[in-house]
């Protein structure tokens, strides 16, 4: 039997509001909605732990369902779940060859079960029919980014919060931690969840370095180096992935004082820049020279060198080529 504790992440003993408070945080976490970037692999994924949220809820915010799970009434429980429902095949029909129903015609076609997914529970216990709009108002108002994406109008747009431009990788981060821990062979649920990572302190760092949230997430730098490791191991040949690996550790190195991880990181740039795809290449050279600036002691000429050439490749006007300026400019 599944334990739903463990699937709400819930001690034993838990009472019916601290599994409301659960079920709400995580299906927010992995709901599809919201995880934007994300492969179809992981929002599948996404949308099977919220099936499993559903029934853990149905169960354990019963009194009389919860006893009986408690119990081990396996019975009790098997019929109280969500089965799957006759989904109708809207298929055109044969010809009716000149008579009024064709043989074997039925009022109501359906697929066969093998074919059917399976269906939520319908059952909405009161709590959640009293939440289910308040969730609705808040899925949109994440799905907007805070309201930041509104259709054109003359109404000046809602200005999206710091905070939540800050958060906006926390729920990936969940679901494709989740998809390394559910398939560790999975180079790319790899590659995401590190990208996940890498993305939810570059954010950061880009908005507010040196600041303690900015502080308070520099490890994620190492996790995702270690993110991406896994998948080297899985495709040793990917370079963009080893130049994204060497650009975490080195950045990770610059924020804690680790000499040793900078320049293992930047050699592994290095190592790696010429054989990257000419899409990523200055992608990559923009990462290098962060990295060079950074350094102890900093290697501000390489790094204005490195921003120099990305500049030298890409069009004058591209954004990649104006923050490469910028930083020119900025590290004197």
Wanted: aromatic share 6%; proline share 8%; hydrophobic share 45%.
């Amino acid at each position: 039997m599944v334990d739903y504790y463990a699937v709400l992440q819930v001690p034993r003993d838990a009472d019916t509001t601290a599994i409301d408070e659960a079920y709400t945080r995580l299906s927010q976490a992995y709901d599809p909605a919201v995880l934007a970037g994300v492969s179809d692999e992981l929002i599948a994924l996404a949308q099977k732990q919220l099936f499993a949220l559903n029934q853990a809820r149905t169960i354990l915010s019963d009194p009389t369902l919860r006893a009986a799970y408690d119990a081990g009434l396996t019975q009790v429980i098997a019929k109280a779940l969500p089965s799957a429902e006759p989904v109708l095949d809207f298929q055109p029909l044969p010809p009716a060859g000149a008579r009024e129903r064709i043989p074997g015609y039925v009022t109501e076609p359906v697929l066969t079960t093998s074919t059917v997914a399976p269906q939520p529970n319908r059952t909405m216990p009161l709590f959640f029919a009293i939440t289910l709009p308040l969730l609705i108002v808040l899925v949109a108002f994440v799905l907007t980014d805070g309201g930041k994406r509104v259709a054109p109008s003359n109404d000046t747009p809602p200005v999206e919060s710091v905070q939540s431009q800050l958060d906006q990788f926390e729920a990936a981060i969940a679901t494709t931690k989740l998809a390394t821990d559910t398939d560790p062979g999975n180079a790319t649920a790899w590659i995401e969840y590190g990208n996940m990572l890498y993305n939810s302190v570059q954010i950061v760092r880009e908005m507010q370095p040196n600041s303690p949230v900015y502080i308070d997430r520099i490890e994620r730098w190492q996790m995702a180096a270690v993110a991406y490791e896994k998948a080297m191991v899985l495709l040793p040949d990917n370079v963009v992935v080893a130049a994204d690996h060497g650009a975490a550790l080195c950045f990770y190195g610059n924020g804690v004082g680790d000499k040793k991880s900078s320049n293992a990181g930047l050699q592994q740039m290095r190592t790696v820049i010429d054989d990257v795809p000419a899409e990523e290449r200055s992608r990559v050279r923009m990462n290098m020279g962060y990295c060079l600036a950074q350094n102890t002691p900093p290697q501000i000429e390489d790094a204005r060198a490195v921003w120099q050439s990305v500049i030298d490749s890409e069009a004058k006007d591209s954004p990649i080529a104006i923050q490469a300026a910028k930083l020119i400019a900025q590290y004197r």
